[in-house]
């Protein structure tokens, strides 16, 4: 694969970390500079892990993971966007019920874009690409992306108000609702 290609997939594999972004910023809980870089860091490094996990599984396994990976995807994308779109209509609430940056949500967000990197790392495999240079790529095209997506969303936040974490929910909804149907109709 060519840089080029590496990057437009990557890109491509940033956008759910990027939606997760900018929802973060939105909710006021990633406007100090830690909690930015520690959500992109995350956010960037599972996309890194993934596709080597899913490379190591390698083609032994594909047919087990590629069965049920988009409905992981899309069940852990439907929660965490249901529960902002929930917050968004409760007065007071901030998109995220909890600090997207830190703890059970931080994991549940970072494996939720992430799931589509581990296929991604399935299919370098059975194609005998090696999987370091792309991966390191992802994650840092990930990180990137996503650190920019936070002071973007806290912009668009004040502008949305508390409703910013409706509209990251269903992000995250459609998001996870492509992912399921890409899967399903392939």
């Not at 929802?23 to 006021?28: E, K, L, N, P």
């Not at 990976?69 to 899309?74: G, T, V």
């Not at 936070?150 to 508390?162: D, E, I, M, N």
Request: glycine share 14%; aromatic share 10%.
């Amino acid at each position: 694969m060519t840089f080029i290609e590496i990057f437009m997939l990557a890109v491509g594999l940033a956008m759910d970390s990027f939606s997760v972004s900018l929802g973060a910023g939105a909710s006021g809980y990633a406007m100090d500079p830690r909690s930015a870089v520690r959500l992109a860091f995350h956010l960037g490094l599972f996309q890194f892990l993934m596709p080597i996990v899913g490379w190591c599984l390698g083609n032994s396994v594909a047919q087990l993971i590629a069965s049920f990976d988009h409905w992981i995807a899309f069940l852990l994308l439907l929660f965490v966007g249901g529960r902002m779109i929930r917050d968004g209509f409760q007065d007071g609430a901030t998109p995220f019920a909890a600090n997207p940056s830190r703890g059970f949500t931080l994991v549940l967000l970072s494996v939720a874009t992430s799931i589509d990197a581990l296929a991604i790392g399935l299919s370098l495999a059975m194609l005998g690409i090696s999987i370091w240079y792309p991966s390191v790529v992802i994650g840092v095209v990930t990180g990137m992306i996503s650190l920019g997506g936070v002071p973007l969303g806290a912009k668009l936040g004040h502008k949305l108000g508390k409703r910013a974490g409706i509209v990251g929910g269903l992000i995250l909804f459609f998001i996870g609702l492509r992912i399921l149907i890409t899967h399903l109709l392939a």
